[in-house]
Structure formats: C-alpha cells, structure tokens
C-alpha cells in the first residue's frame, strides 16, 4: 500500500487539480507490478512499478526506444521517476492474446504477431543489446536439474546421468549459438502480446520486453507457436511457421535458406527454452512461493518431449523426463493431457 500511496503522490503532482483512480492491472513474474489509471475524463493510463531495490527500469526504456523504432505497438512513455521506479505509461488495453485468441481469430492475430516480430529483427543491429551468450544460454540450461529435477522432484542424478546430460546440453548449445542473431524478445508469447481495440490500435501491442537480447533468430518463433498457455495443432503451427519463414526470407532476414534446417534450428531452440521454462516455472514456486505456473509444467514437458522423441541425440533428456513422468500432474493436468488449442489460464 505504501507504494500505491508514492504512486498516487506522483501522479497528482503531473496532474495539478485533476482527479483519477487507481486500480491494480497485473503483474508479473519478477517484482514489477503495473495500476491502470483512470483519469477524470475516462482515459486511462498505466504505471509502472519497479522498486528500484529489485528492478532497473533503464534496460525497458532501452528496449522501448528500439522497438518503437522499428515500428512495433509498444507501449508510449508518458512520464518518468527513476528515483522511485516509476513509469507513466500510454494504455494498450487490458485484452491479452491468451484471453482473445480462438479459432476464427487465430490466422489473422498471428499474421499480426509476425508481422511485428519481423518488423524488430529486420531493426537488428550488435552491441545495441546484451548477447544472448553461450553463458547466458547455459545458466538458463542449469535451471532445469538444479530446479526442475533436484528441488521440484527431488530426483538425485547418477554419475552417468550427469554426463549424459552434460552431453546433450553442449549439443543443444552448439545448434543455438550457430544460428544467425537479431534483437529477441524472449518472451514473445500470448500473455506478452495485447489485442488493441480502438482508433490507432495496430496489433499486437507488445509488452514485457526488458529482457530483450540479441540472439538466435529462431527463438522468439518458439515462443510464440510452443507458447506455455496455449496449444495448437502442430499442423497450425507448422503453417504459421513457414509463413514466418517465407516473409523473413522475403525481407532479407538471415534465416536457412533450406526450410528444413530452419526448422531443425527451431526445434532445438525450442528444447534449450522449454529446459529453461521447466527450470523457472519449478523456482518460481520453491523459491518465490508463487504456484501458478505450476499448472503450466505439463505442457512445457509435453513440447520438450516431442522434440526429444524426433532426434536420437536428445535420448538422455528423454530418459529423464520418463523418470519424472507420473509425477507431472498438477491440478489435472498430465504431461499428455489436454486438448489441442487448449488455454493453460
């Protein structure tokens, strides 16, 4: 409350005899939490609040720059306190594509989605992000035994076990760090992605974007069609995938010129960050005390899985999720449940 009491303290000194209500809009996996401001005319806003003890708002104001550059619908910056971390924010709606998405509006928002991605890795230039490294890479890899196995399954791997892993960790490295770089999001993905209504309102307003990098090329595609919350047909998927394909190689973007091997680039993508999401998602809940994503577990080990039984050398990753398998059922969910299209809310 005390922080929502600085909140209302700031905004009335940007807005001198006008009144406004504040209401929480969401929050997400780190300290950061956002209030919909609503002002005495009906418009509204959005601040954001980063206590600067936990969170920096410098690299999303970065990242913000970049995108709104290159043409993507991210959210405008109104005004700023850095000192108390703050950020007055234009108001992209509160209609997600997790919460929009169905059938008969799936091609089209999807269409848009790519559209925008494709639009911010054309801006792409190094040294203007962070690298999306082989350590980073790696830490995000570790997160799956030290988290996912050891603490959220209790499960003590064998000298060989670790070996094996160690293996296919170097294997998967060496695919992702041999595809071309471009800016990243890294969490490019239903929840991120806002359906915006109204006069101006191009599709999609993106948001979440403070961990932005410059990486691998196929890592945000992987975020959108193997998203956590939402599943599709692998057909569907498949589809919108070549759709990306054809327009990055339409605008000159780095991507395979053989589609086969970008999908294969995809795939193994998808497997260091379903390992990485795996690993968050269990410390989330044992660290942070934070259980909803848990819910979102089968699904993630259920892509991972896939990926795992269409090449040979991810076998000791598989072996290992068939040691955990029957333990995989939370809040009725089983790494084999669920029905194509389905939402994880």
């Known amino acids: ?85 703050f950020l007055l924010l234009s108001d992209l709606g509160d209609t997600t594509y997790l919460q929009a998405l169905d059938a008969d509006n799936a091609a089209p928002l999807y269409a848009d989605a790519i559209t925008a991605l494709v639009k911010i890795q054309q801006a792409s230039r190094p040294a203007m992000l962070p690298e999306y490294d082989r ?50 999001h890294r ?62 190689r339409k605008v000159g973007l780095p991507v395979a010129a053989d589609f086969g091997e970008f999908f294969r680039d995809y795939e193994w993508m998808g497997v260091q960050r379903h390992v990485k999401v795996l690993g968050i998602f269990a410390r989330l809940y044992h660290r942070d005390g934070k259980d909803g994503y848990l819910k979102d577990l089968p699904l993630v080990a259920r892509y991972l899985r896939k990926a795992c039984e269409r090449y040979s050398e991810l076998g000791p990753l598989r072996k290992l999720l068939d040691r955990v398998e029957d333990k995989i059922t939370v809040l009725g969910y089983t790494m084999d449940a669920g029905t194509l299209g389905s939402r994880r809310e």
Not at 42 to 67: K, S, Y
């Open 1 to 85: 409350m005390e922080r929502q009491k600085q909140i209302s303290t700031w905004l009335a000194d940007l807005w001198p005899g006008r009144s406004f209500t504040l209401a929480p809009a969401s929050a997400d996996a780190s300290f950061r939490r956002y209030f919909r401001v609503t002002l005495d005319d009906g418009a509204t806003r959005i601040v954001m609040d980063a206590p600067p003890v936990n969170e920096d708002c410098r690299p999303w104001l970065h990242v913000q720059q970049l995108f709104q550059a290159a043409g993507a619908h991210v959210p405008e910056v109104l005004a700023q306190d850095l000192g108390q971390g």
């Open 135 to 184: 350590a980073l890479l790696r830490r995000e890899l570790d997160l799956f035994p030290q988290w996912f196995l050891a603490e959220h399954h209790q499960l003590a791997l064998t000298l060989g076990e670790k070996q094996s892993l160690e293996t296919v960790f170097e294997r998967i490295l060496a695919v992702n760090l041999a595809e071309p770089k471009v800016f990243v």
């Open 187 to 248: 969490d490019y993905h239903s929840r991120n992605l806002m359906r915006v209504t109204g006069p101006g309102g191009a599709n999609p307003g993106i948001i979440d974007f403070q961990d932005a990098v410059y990486g691998p090329i196929s890592y945000d595609m992987v975020s959108l069609l193997k998203d956590a919350y939402i599943e599709w047909d692998e057909d569907l998927a498949l589809d919108w995938l070549v759709r990306y394909w054809e327009l990055a």
